[in-house]
């Protein structure tokens, strides 16, 4: 990759990345973790246990959330700086990469960080219609949606997969 592309990448990845920090509104965030800070410290935090894990676990989430918001940030600061030399070196192309898969991690959180996405879903995935001709294709149809679905769930962390019923039709 020459140096006009990865700087057209860097500077690609610099807009993507604002438009992901200006729909998060990190300002929000951390007054929130703030006031989850003084929430925690009061005397009566604990006596509710069941609450004050929920809350922590929570508190953690943003925390987590506002680190790689910043850590991204102060990383594209500095490559959208490096790229404005003549010459980049190949550390720069491996930071390059690293940073866009960093960014591609976050922006996959970022999708799923509104209000009812902690909640559990159920998917279900039907293959659809015709005869006795059309189930083997639709069978696949159905397999390789079953795959892309894994895949994404494999991909964020912190979801599990349960298979409720499988049937061969």
Known sequence: MNSTELKTK?????EEFEDIKNSLNLGNKKLKLKEFEIKSSASDFWNDQEKARKLMQE?????NEIDDLETISSNLETLLGL??????SEDFVNDVDKLEKK???F?????????????????????????TEAR????????????????????ARRLRLKVVMHTDT
């Open 10 to 14: 860097v500077d690609r990845l610099a």
């Open 59 to 63: 508190f953690g989430d943003l925390k």
């Open 83 to 88: 790229a404005k030399e003549d010459t980049l």
């Open 103 to 105: 960014f591609e991690k």
């Open 107 to 131: 922006k996959l959180k970022s999708f799923l960080s509104g209000d009812y996405d902690s909640k559990n879903a159920l998917v279900a995935i039907h293959a659809g219609q015709g005869g």
């Open 136 to 155: 083997g294709e639709s069978g696949k149809q159905k397999q390789l949606k079953y795959q892309v679905v894994r895949r994404l769930v494999l991909k």
